[in-house]
């Protein structure tokens, strides 16, 4: 009867090592080709919030479009005043939010859809929302279901016939925001459709860092702020959406690597 041959004890050494040196080789390619959640999360929410923005601004029971009365003759009047879009902060009613937490703040009159509250509470029913973190005069952030936060500012957009703090709002391309027509229209009259507001979304809600790719000078005090003090370079988990009055979405220039992130087809695989 023929006797069966293991392995030496030399051989299997040899084999482990061959294996050794094919799993170093092969586990970095395998690596980067894997997905960065953070990256993927990033591009899901400036999507989500596009999706959003387009719906709230072409909804005439929300926003009537009275964009026709933004002209210098005849200058708008009370019955016909000049609103760019979410500039209009009239009170409205809505269909509710999904979230018990976010209608609780609304049927129970702490909040209401008016004023600097009324484009976030609209916004955040939209979201699927967890928890919420408001006060009685605002609402300051909401959680979703699927981890990300997302911080809203305090203020809105200038009232008519106002000229708002550089340091809240910006045109585009320009720190300064004035409109020659406020003259003429008055306090009906609103400067012109450059004013924004920030919302600042963390991709990973609590988890670190909690911060910035880099911080702003021009964010407004009454705008969200990143987390940390520090900027946190290619390793930031937060960033900041521009929404003006019109309608119009921009990542917030000192976001350039999220702005990237969300450009369509930009790879979103591990570096």
Request: proline fraction near 5%; include cysteine.
């Amino acid at each position: 009867m023929k006797k069966l041959r293991g392995f030496t004890l030399a051989e299997l050494m040899i084999a482990l090592v061959v294996l050794g040196v094919l799993m170093a080789v092969v586990t970095p390619a395998i690596m980067s080709t894997r997905p960065d959640k953070n990256k993927m999360m990033i591009k899901k929410a400036y999507y989500v919030a596009e999706g959003i923005v387009s719906n709230l601004i072409n909804n005439p029971a929300l926003y009537p479009d009275n964009t026709d009365n933004c002209v210098a003759d005849p200058a708008p009047t009370a019955d016909n005043p000049c609103y760019w879009g979410f500039d209009d902060k009239r009170q409205v009613n809505s269909g509710g939010a999904q979230s018990t937490d976010l209608n609780g703040l609304i049927t129970t009159g702490k909040l209401n859809y008016t004023g600097n509250n009324k484009f976030n509470l609209l916004f955040a029913e939209h979201l699927n929302v967890k928890a919420v973190d408001a006060t009685s005069t605002s609402l300051n952030s909401v959680t979703t279901n699927d981890g990300m936060q997302w911080f809203f500012s305090r203020t809105s957009w200038p009232a008519p016939g106002t000229v708002p703090n550089t340091a809240e709002w910006i045109a585009a391309g320009d720190a300064a925001v004035v409109d020659a027509r406020t003259a003429v229209g008055g306090a009906n009259h609103q400067l012109d459709s450059s004013g924004r507001k920030i919302i600042l979304v963390d991709a990973n809600g609590d988890k670190g860092p909690n911060g910035c790719e880099k911080l702003s000078s021009n964010s407004g005090a009454n705008s969200p702020q990143c987390s940390t003090a520090a900027a946190q370079g290619d390793n930031f988990d937060q960033f900041r959406i521009m929404i003006f009055a019109d309608g119009r979405m921009q990542i917030h220039p000192d976001d350039a690597r999220a702005s990237e992130y969300v450009t369509i087809g930009a790879s979103v695989q591990k570096k």
